[in-house]
């Protein structure tokens, strides 16, 4: 029987925090209703849900350590970057009542993450497999270079919907207008933390063989606090009075009705 480490207790943190935020998530969507909110608040669950199962891969790997269980472990640590991402391009949206941001914006938004996720699965599905351990290719820098960009979208889109809004903010917003402000030092951290794996040759910094502690600090807890805060305000936004729900026409998925 392999024995427990350091890197396995990390694991085992993630599994204990992560289904409390899947629940969570899974209340939210509730609230905003399933058809309009699973183009929002599906992001956290599939974050959640891809943080348990990377967990289990990690603690399979206790006893039946190979290079597939590897190579799962670090598709599950790169695709977590896009519903990471994208709830916060789903809380832009929920925020965006008067729809001051075209439907098209916010699609072509996430359309370009997916494009980023299934450039990651495949570049760390084609990665070489060395006596070094797992070592990023092209493929995957230019992922990662997509999700970075993505970042500075929607915090410059935030920006600019906030002092849209600034004079007419109903309460539900402010809070979801915290979320992302507060989660943004932590996501940034994340960002820098898969940045430097992904683009420099420093073995600390790896997905797989790294330093347990600058992972744990640098990547698990940021996520963690960043969806924790996430949760948290967004529980609390739709519980609010003024509370807005969107209907499907205000997500772009039904053409609305041309007045007369």
Request: contains cysteine.
């Amino acid at each position: 029987m392999g024995k427990v480490t350091y890197s396995d207790g990390i694991a085992i943190l993630q599994l204990i925090i992560f289904p409390f935020i899947l629940g969570a998530a899974i209340f939210i969507w509730s609230r905003t209703g399933l058809r309009v909110g699973s183009k929002i608040w599906r992001y956290p669950v599939t974050l959640s849900l891809i943080r348990i199962a990377g967990s289990i891969s990690s603690l399979i790997s206790i006893n039946h350590d190979s290079y597939n269980v590897e190579v799962a472990i670090a598709v599950c640590e790169l695709i977590g970057i896009a519903p990471l991402l994208l709830t916060y391009i789903g809380v832009l949206r929920q925020i965006d009542t008067e729809q001051r941001f075209p439907p098209r914006f916010m699609k072509l938004i996430t359309l370009v993450a997916i494009i980023a996720l299934i450039l990651g699965i495949a570049g760390v599905s084609s990665a070489d497999d060395n006596q070094t351990g797992y070592r990023p290719d092209t493929i995957v820098k230019v992922s990662m270079g997509i999700f970075l960009v993505i970042f500075v979208i929607y915090n410059l889109a935030a920006s600019w919907l906030f002092f849209q809004l600034s004079f007419s903010m109903r309460k539900f917003q402010k809070k979801l207008f915290l979320a992302i402000a507060l989660s943004f030092p932590f996501i940034l951290v994340r960002l820098v933390y898969a940045a430097i794996g992904d683009y420099a040759d420093i073995a600390k910094f790896s997905v797989i063989g790294g330093s347990p502690t600058i992972y744990l600090v640098m990547d698990v807890l940021e996520e963690i606090v960043a969806m924790a805060l996430t949760m948290v305000l967004g529980m609390s936004a739709v519980l609010e009075s003024d509370f807005v729900k969107l209907t499907p026409a205000q997500m772009g998925s039904e053409p609305k009705n041309d007045q007369v």
